[in-house]
């Protein structure tokens, strides 16, 4: 039975009588206020939150802890049931500095999706590089029990994993190790250059030019790879003329203008869209015209650049908002590491302008 009195519902201390239970707004609901309030025993409480269907719980009984639970807008101590089932509704994320990194950060808002949609939530340590923190955060995450962690990195590269992490369910996000028993989530950086290519080679160009990255990577070895399968799969016989190294900025594009102009190339693959802004910039000033004189492809779709170049940039995205929720579908799906497993996500093609038609496309 509720007691009230026509001056409120409260006692002294700021206390709500219920019967004989007294629930102090300063305090956190336990337990033990919704068994007094329902009239059961604690474990019968526990019970029927877990749902425990062989504790053949009266459903009136079910009834009465239902009511308790929701008058006393009791809410479970989250990181306690964590340590009874062994294993929580999180998912760990931990990065370098992909939080920091305008396009690459589509990792984390595609996790967070993705996690939120099967229930999870996502908690997320950008460690700048920090060890530090780095092993602040796993053990933060281990004490959580989060379901699995995610280690991600802003490129594509190898990566060192960290001990505490090789017997956890762990996926690597745009990154990979030399262990068989990880998992790894990576841009397909092969198909990636073929696409590129091909958006070329698709509008009648034969003398398409590839400007490579001087930084050993999976993305300098993969993209060339992809583009001289394009070559071939037309019957285009590779003409190593045609291939350029530069520093995979601005400048880097700025430099290499001249090569490619003397190279005689209609079309030109650019390893990332800032080399093909800064190619933009050097063709510019020679007077030549894009795509009317010279067709030219990035490749990220950063698109604070590629969108706002004049032409803009016709690209091939990384697809890091793809990387991001395939990786959460991963720690999901196996609950343990066993075997080789590198996912390949595909990297799309972005027409924009940067591209016109040469001779007769075939």
């Not at 009266?58 to 049931?81: C, D, F, G, M, S």
């Not at 996502?122 to 933060?140: D, K, P, Y």
């Not at 990384?318 to 990297?347: K, Q, W």
Request: net charge negative; glycine share 8%.
């Amino acid at each position: 039975m509720r007691v009230s009195a026509a001056r409120n519902d409260e006692g002294r201390d700021g206390e709500t009588v219920h019967g004989s239970v007294y629930t102090r707004h300063a305090r956190h609901v336990t337990l033990k206020d919704v068994a007094e309030l329902a009239g059961v025993s604690v474990s019968t409480v526990s019970l029927v939150m877990n749902d425990k269907k062989d504790a053949r719980i009266a459903v009136k009984t079910q009834e009465r802890v239902h009511r308790a639970i929701h008058e006393l807008q009791y809410r479970p101590n989250a990181l306690a049931q964590n340590l009874v089932t062994g294993s929580s509704k999180f998912i760990g994320l931990v990065t370098d500095s992909i939080a920091t990194t305008p396009f690459a950060g589509q990792i984390i808002h595609g996790a967070q999706d993705r996690a939120w949609k099967q229930g999870y939530v996502l908690l997320i340590v950008n460690t700048e590089g920090n060890e530090s923190i780095e092993r602040q955060a796993i053990r933060m995450f281990l004490e959580y029990k989060v379901h699995g962690i995610l280690y991600s990195t802003w490129y594509h590269h190898e990566i060192t994993l960290p001990e505490s992490l090789k017997d956890m369910n762990t996926v690597l996000v745009n990154c990979y190790a030399d262990d068989e028993n990880l998992t790894s989530v990576v841009p397909d950086e092969f198909n990636g250059g073929r696409t590129a290519a091909n958006m070329l080679l698709g509008q009648g160009h034969r003398r398409v030019a590839f400007i490579n990255t001087t930084v050993e990577s999976p993305a300098r070895a993969g993209r060339l790879a992809g583009y001289r399968h394009a070559l071939s799969e037309r019957g285009i016989e590779e003409d190593p003329s045609l291939i350029f190294e530069a520093e995979p900025t601005q400048e880097g594009g700025r430099t290499v203008a001249e090569s490619i102009c003397a190279s005689g190339a209609t079309g030109v693959c650019c390893h990332n869209d800032r080399v093909a802004m800064g190619l933009y910039d050097a063709l510019r000033n020679r007077g030549i015209s894009v795509p009317s004189d010279i067709s030219v492809v990035g490749f990220d779709d950063q698109e604070v650049i590629a969108a706002h170049m004049l032409p803009p940039l016709s690209t091939v995205a990384l697809p890091h908002y793809e990387l991001g929720a395939s990786g959460v579908d991963a720690v999901l799906s196996r609950p343990v590491n066993t075997g080789d497993h590198r996912i390949l996500i595909s990297c799309p093609a972005v027409y924009r302008a940067s591209v016109a038609m040469q001779g007769n496309a075939r």
